[in-house]
């Protein structure tokens, strides 16, 4: 039985754990090979060993250019292609607007948009004659958003027009670009949220997500399953905004 992403190379970033290490599981079963870019080279090695050969890890900040277009070198060298990029990696940090400074600022941004518009930058150019694809991790964030979290929120909407930008200028090349937004998710991203913690923000358990969900939609649209669908911001989110 043959899978959706057989033949397929993708490097899903910040993927040693919640949802990047999901869908690297579910990227590696439907038959792509996978690299794992993550600042935790250890981590990464050990989950591509619960995986198989097609999977390998990388030492990735995304937010230092040269360590990104090494990370995709790393994978020409080892898998001879790249197909798809998954754009999971993220930082979110917490403060009033009014404690905010330009270097809170960028750190944020350099992580969650440059990082990830340096990884587009790089499948475009080297992807092959058939093409590829972007899956941009965003968030509800991007469309509605809390107290305290400004950076994150603003990076994440503007993922969603790089999402766009890629779908556009990434057709002659046969590059499709389409975002997810999850919701609440069981991960530490959502556990360790202070908002949460104070009771400044409540979540129904019952609408919270498993990593896999998100990885199931992620492997959709990386594949040719979703061939007519780019530009596009599908929430992943259990119903949340329609509740927000």
């Known amino acids: 039985m043959t899978g959706k992403l057989d033949g397929r190379v993708a490097i899903v970033t910040g993927a040693a754990g919640g949802i990047g290490a999901a869908t690297v599981r579910r990227l590696a079963a439907d038959g792509a090979a996978v690299v794992i870019a993550d600042l935790d080279l250890a981590k990464a090695e050990a989950l591509a060993k619960t995986i198989g050969d097609q999977v390998l890890g990388v ?16 994978a020409r060298a080892r898998f001879g292609r790249v197909d798809v990029v998954v754009n999971n990696a993220g930082l979110m940090t917490f403060k009033p607007l009014s404690d905010w400074t330009s270097a809170d600022w960028h ?30 991790v965003a968030s509800v964030h991007a469309e509605r958003t809390t107290a305290h979290c400004a ?89 949340r905004l329609a509740q927000l």
């Open 59 to 74: 030492a990735c900040d995304v937010g230092d250019e040269t360590q990104v277009t090494a990370c995709v070198a790393a």
């Open 107 to 136: 750190k944020v941004l350099q992580v969650d948009l440059v990082g990830a518009a340096m990884f587009v930058r790089e499948l475009f150019r080297n992807v092959g004659k058939d093409g590829g694809a972007v899956v941009n």
């Open 151 to 239: 950076p994150y929120s603003a990076a994440k909407a503007a993922l969603l027009s790089l999402t766009r930008t890629a779908a556009i200028e990434g057709k002659a090349l046969g590059i499709r670009a389409n975002a997810v937004l999850p919701g609440a998710v069981d991960t530490p991203m959502l556990w360790d949220n202070p908002n949460l913690k104070s009771g400044a923000e409540t979540v129904d358990k019952a609408d919270v997500g498993q990593p896999e969900d998100i990885a199931a939609a992620i492997a959709f649209l990386a594949s040719d399953d979703a061939r007519f669908i780019t530009g596009a911001a599908l929430a992943v989110d259990g119903g």
